[in-house]
């Protein structure tokens, strides 16, 4: 069964540092997708960037990067010079499998707070 | 201009009370979703219709009745309300399709309603 896994409930960074956040995957399907969405404490769900499995490189939007490490089934979010705005509940998800009309299979969450 | 909206954001109620919450997208997408976040934030996913058509029932009481008058509305009604529902609910839209590109599953969200039973 396709799984998503996030092993950090929680972190403090110093803002201005660079944070990378775990998420790590479970599936058999050769095509698949893997997205990072930020909550922050107003509630709503922003998607931050997306990864597909036959993509050549790394994606990066702004000062999010993905650090995808398809051998080791590792999707790891990079935020680069962090800010206190970056401070959120961060979510991994995945692609799940055509049976279930691909829905999206999230991880349990990292609160990342950014210390002054 | 919301892609999805909810109504209402926030809502009271008492235990053994009904209640319902709406979902319009305005994305043209087939497919919405009801999930649940609860207060350790996780999420879970409750039910998922595709034009109109109900895909997806995970295990929740029968208590909750998703009902889709039309592809761009998902509403959820909840009956005999718990303590247990007090939870956070989000309605999201998504267009998935067989290429596992970001336009194929990318889940647009609506605001959340936040519901507290007491």
């Known amino acids: 069964a396709q799984k998503i896994t996030q092993t950090q409930p929680g972190m403090f960074v110093q803002e201005k540092e660079a944070v990378t956040l775990d998420c790590t995957y479970d599936?058999?399907?050769?095509?698949?997708?893997l997205f990072w969405y930020k909550q922050p404490s107003s509630g709503e769900m922003i998607f931050l960037i997306y990864?597909?499995?036959?993509d050549q490189q790394n994606a990066t939007e702004g000062r999010y990067s993905l650090n995808f490490q398809k051998a080791r089934k590792s999707a790891n979010l990079v935020i680069s010079a962090s800010q206190l705005g970056d401070s959120a509940m961060y979510f991994c998800?995945?692609?799940?499998?055509?049976?279930?009309?691909?829905?999206?299979?999230w991880g349990a969450g990292t609160k990342l707070i950014i210390k002054p | 201009d919301t892609a999805v909206s909810q109504t209402p954001k926030y809502l009271v109620t008492q235990m053994g009370n009904d209640k319902s919450i709406k979902c319009e997208q305005n994305?043209?997408?087939?497919?919405m979703y009801w999930y649940k976040q609860d207060s350790k934030k996780f999420l879970k996913i409750m039910f998922s219709?595709?034009?109109?058509?109900?895909?997806i029932n995970e295990t929740v009481p029968n208590r909750f009745s998703p009902k889709s008058p039309d592809k761009a509305h998902l509403n959820l009604h909840i009956n005999s309300l718990e303590l247990g529902d007090s939870a956070v609910y989000f309605c999201?839209?998504?267009?998935?399709?067989?290429?596992?590109?970001?336009?194929?599953?990318?889940?647009?969200f609506g605001p959340g309603t936040r519901l507290t039973v007491l």
């Open positions: 999201a839209s998504s267009q998935p399709g067989l290429a596992a590109s970001r336009l194929y599953n990318e889940q647009f």
């Open positions: 994305l043209g997408h087939d497919t």
């Open positions: 219709y595709n034009n109109k058509e109900l895909i």
């Open positions: 599936t058999s399907d050769p095509s698949y997708g």
């Open positions: 990864q597909g499995s036959y």
């Open positions: 998800a995945m692609r799940g499998p055509r049976d279930s009309n691909y829905q999206l299979i």
